[in-house]
C-alpha cells in the first residue's frame, strides 16, 4: 500500500484501498456535521452540511462527494464509530 491509499472497511467489513487525502478530508468534514446523539441527521442533510467545508482541490464543485461520504460511512460503521438511527431514511450519528 503507498502512501497515497488508505485500507478502508466495507460493511462487510472486508478491506479496501481509497485514497489517503480523500478519505481524511472527508472523514473531518463528516464527522464535524454528525451529532453525538441518535436519531442523527440523513446522509442528504449530512451532505449539504458538509459541502461548503470541502477543499475544492480534492472535491471540485463537490465532485464524487457522496461516494466518499458513503466510504467514510461504511468504514466507520464496521470500526463502531458510527452508528445508524433506527427507521428510514438512513440516519447517522457518533458514537
Not at 478491506?15 to 480523500?22: E, F, G, L, Q, W
Not at 442528504?44 to 475544492?56: I, Q, R, V
Amino acid at each position: 500500500m503507498s502512501e497515497e491509499t488508505i485500507e478502508v472497511l466495507t460493511a462487510a467489513g472486508r478491506p479496501y484501498r481509497a485514497n489517503r487525502a480523500k478519505f481524511a478530508a472527508m472523514r473531518t468534514a463528516l464527522l464535524a456535521v454528525l451529532p453525538d446523539d441518535a436519531p442523527g441527521i440523513t446522509v442528504a442533510e449530512a451532505k449539504a452540511a458538509l459541502l461548503p467545508a470541502l477543499d475544492p482541490v480534492l472535491f471540485p464543485d463537490g465532485a464524487k462527494a457522496g461516494w466518499w461520504i458513503k466510504a467514510v460511512q461504511l468504514d466507520h460503521e464496521a470500526r463502531g464509530l458510527i452508528l445508524r438511527g433506527k427507521g428510514s431514511p438512513v440516519r447517522l450519528y457518533k458514537v
